[in-house]
């Protein structure tokens, strides 16, 4: 019986965590809000890793009950999401510095 609740949990999880990803993405593209204190860039950055980081925390709870697959899952899909960062955006800040694939994608 609660291996079928399990079961019937992980489907909706799973979905929220790939929705979570895709709206954190979608924002990282197209911020909806401005702000007086941050950049535009830097609104982008917080909403993409937000939904990055929550899409991942729901595919590890999703596939929990078998923790090395759920760690592995949750590491591949924020690998995926770091080389994506990487090659196609200026969403990866780290110390004041971007790190991008192509030179114009460096300044912040």
Known sequence: MAAEAGEAMMKPLFYAGLA???????LGMFPRWKS???SPASIQ??????GSFV??????????PDWK????????VLAVLVVVAYRF???????????GYMRDQ???
Not at 20 to 26: D, E, N, R
Not at 45 to 50: F, G, L, V
């Open 69 to 76: 697959s759920a760690v592995f899952v949750a590491a591949a």
């Open 55 to 64: 899409g991942a925390l729901l595919l590890f709870i999703a596939v929990l």
């Open 36 to 38: 007086a204190t941050l």
């Open 89 to 99: 955006t200026s969403h990866i800040k780290l110390g004041g510095k971007v790190y």
């Open 20 to 26: 979570a990803i895709v709206l954190g993405t979608v």
């Open 45 to 50: 950055r917080r909403c993409y890793w937000t």
């Open 106 to 108: 460096r300044h912040p």
